[in-house]
């Protein structure tokens, strides 16, 4: 018989380390950009930052000191009587409300509606999906104004015109959402996941409340940011469908500023207020991503 012969045995090099112990070092290194990149990173932050501060600045300062030239760059006294002017001349803290209650109800339909859509197109067979699926996205090739006058007649006569519900129900369902947790889900979701969870007995619902929502929690994060941002910044259907006795956040900025000479410092102190909300969502959503990647991501 012969014997077999013994594997070879890396030798360490003149420091000690041997291969495996090399690669592990380089699997544990975190690589750092250079001085480049760090430049370019704090340019594009400061590009990117500048438009908001300065609305900070001109919501600070009076109509006079923007038409300076060359104009201030720091905020002035004037922040706290902008805002009561813009009291005085819109219903701010009406429309704010008013907002909120529509973008959070057309996030939260539009969130809930998508994934069971996506998850039904992405994972479940039936009779015409693709074709369905077809027909969903080809409404996105629409423009949202040929709609405009059958919808204002259906909620004139449904004597819904000057209510929320009149901007509420026609966005609780997006194409673009539906589209976009489809693509989602069939790469996030493993099929071996929803089979097991059939072999044990899991109905659909509970296999989309306790297996698809926590896998699908980033994406539907980041659509319903997505929503949120659009339906607040929303002004045509709004103004269609809504009065100044009832409005939204960009129906009331419209009524700032009035007169022969528009007062710009008073606009910009409205659109901060109405500004900051989505930025509070949007730094709570943007830790939801990735609490949501973290917790909702699947090893193959």
Known sequence: MTALADPPVKQPTADGSTPAKRRRSRAGRTNHGGPLAYAVLIVAVLISAFPFYWTIVAASRSNADLAKVPPTLLPGPNLMRNFEAVMEEAEIGKALLNSFIVSGSITVGTVLCSTLA?????????????????????TMMIPPQLGVIPLFMLIAELQWVNQLQAVILPGLVSAFGVFFMRQYLVQSLPDELIEAARVDGASTARIFWSIVVPIARPGMAVLGLLTFMAAWNDFFWPIVALTSSEPTVQVALRQLGGGYVHDQSVIMAGTLLGTLPVLLVFGL????????????????
């Open 118 to 138: 996506g998850f039904a197109f992405a994972k479940l067979k039936f009779k015409g999906r693709n074709a369905l699926l077809a027909l969903t996205i080809g």
């Open 285 to 300: 959503l943007g830790r939801q991503i990735v609490g949501g990647i973290m917790q909702g991501a699947v090893k193959g």
